[in-house]
């Protein structure tokens, strides 16, 4: 029989693996920004919730920032803020969200196995003073930028109320805002290979947006349109 220790830690572990699932429209991305490069994620086009396909966030790069894409043929965005913007707001926050994944999901499952006891606790206070500093500091930052602080505000108040959900602020608080355009127009950030799988990966989203949309109408004649586009753009790159 699992020990209650061992229940802990793995709820724990649990809850922020959920909190690393992101559900998108179909042919909507994520752009994450790993070290000095863009990379772009759709989750599996059959994979779906809800008819909203599945992207799984990278447990293991918490400190990655991932922004969304607006959806295909969506609207415009009024007051997105940029992608470069917003990079900078988050340039520093990489080794508060480190530390944090160390405390929460690498130092506080062993102590909470050992029943540690005033270590723990002290783990436990730590843990907090730095969810609270990031808070406080990507705020700062968002001010300083020009950004609206609202909608992060509820997610630190929610990663004070279920540690674990702490480790992953800064991504889901980047994952608040919807930028001005499409895949599409996003792809441009990508180099190389990673800019032909994207497009592949787009063109089988769309794909699957053509078989849920009634046939000969406008929105099919658009799919239609846009993934031979794609299918043409990865050719010519290729040749």
Not at 8 to 32: F, M, N, S
Not at 112 to 130: H, I, K
Request: charged share 15%; with cysteine; aromatic share 8%.
């Amino acid at each position: 029989m699992i020990s209650t220790e061992w229940a802990v830690v793995v709820l724990l572990i649990a809850i922020y693996l959920v909190d690393c699932i992101v559900l998108v429209a179909r042919g909507q991305a994520l752009l994450e920004r790993a070290g000095r490069k863009w990379r772009m994620h759709f989750g599996a086009p059959h994979y779906v919730i809800r008819d909203c396909p599945v992207v799984f966030l990278n447990p293991l790069t918490p400190w990655n920032m991932a922004l969304k894409t607006a959806p295909l043929f969506g609207p415009s965005v009024s007051g997105a803020p940029r992608p470069s913007v917003l990079v900078r707001a988050f340039a520093a926050r990489g080794l508060f969200v480190g530390v944090q994944a160390v405390l929460v999901l690498g130092v506080l499952p062993v102590l909470l196995y050992r029943n540690a006891g005033w270590s723990l606790v002290l783990t436990l206070a730590l843990a907090y003073a730095n969810a609270i500093v990031m808070l406080v500091s990507a705020l700062l930052a968002y001010r300083k930028q020009g950004v609206p602080v609202r909608p992060i505000v509820g997610l630190g108040l929610t990663g004070l109320a279920c540690i674990p959900l702490s480790v992953n602020f800064v991504r889901r608080a980047s994952l608040t805002f919807v930028l001005d355009g499409d895949a599409q127009r996003f792809i441009r950030l990508l180099r190389g290979r990673e800019r032909d799988v994207a497009q592949y990966e787009l063109a089988a989203h769309v794909s699957e947006a053509i078989a849920a949309v009634d046939e000969g109408s406008s929105d099919e004649t658009r799919l239609v349109a846009l993934r031979a586009e794609l299918l043409k753009a990865t050719l010519h790159e290729r040749t």
